[in-house]
Structure formats: structure tokens, C-alpha cells
């Protein structure tokens, strides 16, 4: 018994306990109305490809500012919501928005921007998803080789013959396919080449410092190589500093994205950096 280790003791104890519970309780319940009280919504952060200059795609990041709580980053956020199962309907809200998001930004006479959209392994692994994604593609009347799905490592291998099937559905519906964070989970060689995908993510762990730290430059250098061998784009992700970018070039990577090039924007600044950059 906590108890009997003394008073201090018996206090820290109930003190952590409680303000990681009190946490999690107060985010759990302004979670579950947030959805429905309009507090989301999708920031944008570009990525470019590193031969031309050219801003190719868009990733969709998920905002929370609640009024009491104020902001809440995703890394809070998003487990909760895994927990919860909230992250079902959220995930489609955040993918509708940002397919919509694509066709208005079209009308608007933006160049066809890829928009990539994280998917939860819990959504990936509900029965219902494909037919999820190709109606809202549907609905929005975005091009589905305009919208890319990043799938975690975990995701796709923890029961991999079986996302075979699902990767291959939505893969011949025409939307591509990135794996995200690679290189932090668990992948299985001869499933990745099994796999209909398009693109391998490089985590940000990697690619932070790499011009610094020699085993980084090796690991980027390993994942380009399986890429290419694999036929697969490969982009790097919190590329932050002018040498992380010289580096990740020279180690043969076709695109980045990152603070370096733009922080997540709304959809309204995302459209005015573009224009004001001079990209095309
Ligand atoms: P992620 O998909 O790996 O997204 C990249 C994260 O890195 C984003 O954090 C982004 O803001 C951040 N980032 C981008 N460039 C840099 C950089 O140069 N330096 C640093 N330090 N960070 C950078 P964010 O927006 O906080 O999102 C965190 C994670 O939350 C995402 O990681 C993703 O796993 C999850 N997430 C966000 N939106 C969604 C969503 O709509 N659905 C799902 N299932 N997960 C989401
Ligand atoms: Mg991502
Ligand atoms: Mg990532
Ligand atoms: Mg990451």
C-alpha cells in the first residue's frame, strides 16, 4: 500500500496519478463534442520535389482548439481518439475536408496539388473503409490520383496478407499509396514488395540533424536505395535546415517537406504563400 512508504510519497503518487487521469478524463469528454461542435479543422504543409523546385502535393494535419482547453496538438489528441473510436468519424471528416479542399483550391486555379491524408490503423482495418474513401471521392469530385492515404509501417504489417487485399482495392480505384514514418516500425521486405504502394515517408528522426550524424545519412541512404529498388518515391519529412535539405538531395531523395520550406498553414494561407512563393 502507497501508504505505507511515507506521506510524501503517498502524495506524489496520488498527485501524478491524478493529473494524468484528470488529463485524460477532461480531454476525453470535450473530445467526444468537438466533432460535432465544429472545433476541428485541417491545416496544410507543402512538400516540393527537389530537382525542379515544384510544390507537388499538400499533407492535411488536423487542428483542435477547443475553448476551454485551447489548442491540443494531435500527438494528445489523436490516441484518444483512437481509444475512443472517435477517430472514425473524424478521420472521414478530415479526409472529406481536404478532398474538398483540393477541388476548391483547382477552382481557384491552383495547379493540381497532390493531398496526402493520414489514416489511423483503426480506420484502415474497418470493414467498410474502401467503400468509405471512393465515396467521398465521389462526393468532393476530387481525381483519386490527386489523393494520397499515408498508412503507418504497423498499420499495413500487422495483419499484412490482409492488407494486400484492402491496399490493392483502393490502389485499383486509383489513389496512391505512402507508408508514413518508415524506418520507426516493423516492416517485413517481402511484404513491402507485395504491397501496391507509391511512396515511403522517411520519419523526421531520421532526417533531423542528418548532416550532423553520419549513421542518419546511411539509414536515409538504405531507405532511398529500398525505394528505388522497390519503385518507390521516396519523401523526407521535418527537413528544418538548409543542410538537412543539401543532404537529404544528395542522398537522392526526389522530395521533401518541412519547416524549411513552410510550417502547416490554413487553407487560405496555404493558397497565398503559394502564390506570393513564385512556385509553379
Ligand atoms: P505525421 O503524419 O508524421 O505528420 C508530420 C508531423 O510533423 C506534423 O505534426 C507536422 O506538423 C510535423 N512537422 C512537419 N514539418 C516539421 C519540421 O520541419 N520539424 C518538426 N519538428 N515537425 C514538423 P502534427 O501536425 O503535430 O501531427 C502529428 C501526427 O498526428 C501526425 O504525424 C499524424 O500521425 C497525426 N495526425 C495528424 N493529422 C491526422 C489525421 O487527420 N488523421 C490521423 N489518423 N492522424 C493525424
Ligand atoms: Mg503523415
Ligand atoms: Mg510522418
Ligand atoms: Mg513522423
Not at 96 to 111: D, H
Not at 188 to 195: A, G
Request: a negative charge; aromatic letters at 8%.
Amino acid at each position: 500500500c502507497a501508504k505505507r512508504e511515507g506521506r510524501n510519497r503517498f502524495a506524489l503518487f496520488t498527485e501524478e496519478m491524478n493529473s494524468t487521469v484528470v488529463e485524460r478524463v477532461t480531454l476525453e469528454s470535450y473530445l467526444n463534442a468537438a466533432l460535432e461542435k465544429g472545433e476541428f479543422c485541417c491545416h496544410f504543409q507543402p512538400q516540393m520535389a527537389t530537382a525542379d523546385d515544384r510544390i507537388v502535393g499538400v499533407e492535411a494535419l488536423l487542428r483542435w482548439t477547443n475553448p476551454v482547453l485551447g489548442r491540443v496538438p494531435p500527438l494528445k489528441f489523436i490516441p484518444v481518439a483512437e481509444d475512443t473510436g472517435l477517430i472514425l468519424p473524424l478521420g472521414l471528416w478530415a479526409l472529406e475536408t481536404a478532398c474538398a479542399q483540393q477541388v476548391r483550391w483547382l477552382s481557384q486555379g491552383l495547379p493540381p496539388l497532390r493531398m496526402a491524408v493520414n489514416i489511423s490503423p483503426l480506420q484502415f482495418r474497418n470493414r467498410e473503409f474502401c467503400d468509405q474513401v471512393r465515396a467521398i471521392v465521389q462526393r468532393t469530385g476530387i481525381r483519386a490520383e490527386h489523393l494520397e492515404l499515408e498508412l503507418t509501417e504497423s498499420a499495413v504489417m500487422a495483419d499484412a496478407e490482409s492488407s494486400v487485399g484492402i491496399l490493392r482495392e483502393l490502389r485499383d480505384s486509383g489513389i496512391r499509396l505512402a507508408i508514413d514514418d518508415f524506418g520507426t516500425g516493423y516492416s517485413s521486405l517481402s511484404y513491402l514488395r507485395k504491397f501496391p504502394l507509391d511512396r515511403l515517408k522517411i520519419d523526421r528522426s531520421f532526417v533531423s540533424g542528418i548532416d550532423r550524424i553520419p549513421a542518419n545519412e546511411l539509414i536515409v541512404k538504405a531507405i532511398v536505395a529500398l525505394g528505388g529498388s522497390l519503385g518507390l518515391d521516396v519523401i523526407a519529412e521535418g527537413v528544418e535546415t538548409p543542410e538537412e535539405l543539401e543532404c537529404i538531395e544528395r542522398c537522392g531523395c526526389s522530395e521533401y517537406q518541412g519547416f524549411r520550406l513552410s510550417e502547416p498553414l490554413t487553407a487560405e494561407d496555404f493558397a497565398h504563400w503559394f502564390e506570393d512563393s513564385g512556385y509553379v
